[in-house]
Nanobody, 117 residues
Framework: QVQLVESGGGLVQPGGSLRLSCAAS????????MGWYRQALGKQRELVAT?????????NYADSVKDRFTISRDNAKNTVYLQMDSLKPEDTAVYYC?????????WGQGTQVTVSA
C-alpha cells in the first residue's frame, strides 16, 4: 500500500509564496518520478511540474508556472516539494502530488491553494 500525504496549502495574497510538501510512505520500493498537478474548479487536472529520481533530478514545468515555481525532492525522505512564488489568482486550485512506482501512478488526496486579496 502506498500513501502520499500533501501539506502546505492555504490562503495567500497575490504575489505571495507557499511551499507544498508531499511525503510518500508504505510500499514504495521502485519509487521514481514524482510530480505536482492541479485542478481548478470546473477545469481539468493539469500538470504543474515533475522531477525524476535520478541524481540529476531533471525537472519539467508547465509554461504558466515557469520562473515562479520550483520543484525539488529529498530522496532520503521520499518527499517532493513545490515552492510557489509570485502567486496569482489563477493559481488557485487543488494541488495533487503523484508518484510513479514500478510503472503505476499513485495520487495524494490534494491540498487547496487559494490566491486572493
Amino acid at each position: 500500500q502506498v500513501q502520499l500525504v500533501e501539506s502546505g496549502g492555504g490562503l495567500v495574497q497575490p504575489g505571495g509564496s507557499l511551499r507544498l510538501s508531499c511525503a510518500a510512505s508504505g510500499t514504495i520500493f521502485g519509487l521514481s518520478a514524482m510530480g505536482w498537478y492541479r485542478q481548478a474548479l470546473g477545469k481539468q487536472r493539469e500538470l504543474v511540474a515533475t522531477i525524476t529520481s535520478s541524481s540529476s533530478s531533471m525537472t519539467n514545468y508547465a509554461d504558466s508556472v515557469k520562473d515562479r515555481f520550483t520543484i525539488s525532492r529529498d530522496n532520503a525522505k521520499n518527499t517532493v516539494y513545490l515552492q510557489m512564488d509570485s502567486l496569482k489568482p489563477e493559481d488557485t486550485a487543488v494541488y495533487y502530488c503523484n508518484a510513479m512506482i514500478i510503472g503505476l501512478v499513485y495520487w495524494g488526496q490534494g491540498t487547496q491553494v487559494t490566491v486572493s486579496a
